[in-house]
């Protein structure tokens, strides 16, 4: 069996898409690894799939999910209970965003 050439990774672009802070040994110990792992990778291109059908998952489970039914909910009333504030029968909040008097004036 012929040995496929081995992989070239651009180590410094891996590391700073993933914002790693490595050292040089740690750098090439780390190319190396993902070198092989790339390689192994490639084995599966030898294995013959002609004869697999595709499949979206194994488990042969169909429609999964729970039917959506209502039931019985808290009043409004017990879930303002424990509010700090409430106006006109919901919950109050500090404003979020502050106003900017400059940019909201016409001229």
């Known amino acids: 069996m012929r040995k496929s050439p081995k992989s070239?990774?651009?180590i410094d672009y891996v590391v700073k898409l993933a914002n790693l802070p490595l050292t040089t040994a740690e750098r090439k110990k780390f190319s190396e690894q993902l070198t092989a792992v790339l390689d192994y990778f490639?084995?599966?291109n030898e294995v013959d799939t002609s004869k697999v059908e595709p499949i979206g998952h194994i488990t042969g489970l169909v429609n999964v999910?729970?039917?959506d039914?209502?039931?019985p909910s808290?009043?409004?009333e017990e879930a303002l209970a424990n509010a700090p504030k409430t106006h006109n029968g919901f919950f109050e909040v500090d404003a979020i965003f502050?106003?900017?008097s400059s940019e909201n004036s016409e001229g």
């Open 42 to 44: 490639k084995k599966l």
């Open 98 to 100: 502050e106003e900017n």
């Open 8 to 10: 070239t990774i651009d």
């Open 65 to 67: 999910t729970r039917a």
């Open 69 to 71: 039914t209502t039931t």
């Open 74 to 76: 808290i009043s409004q």
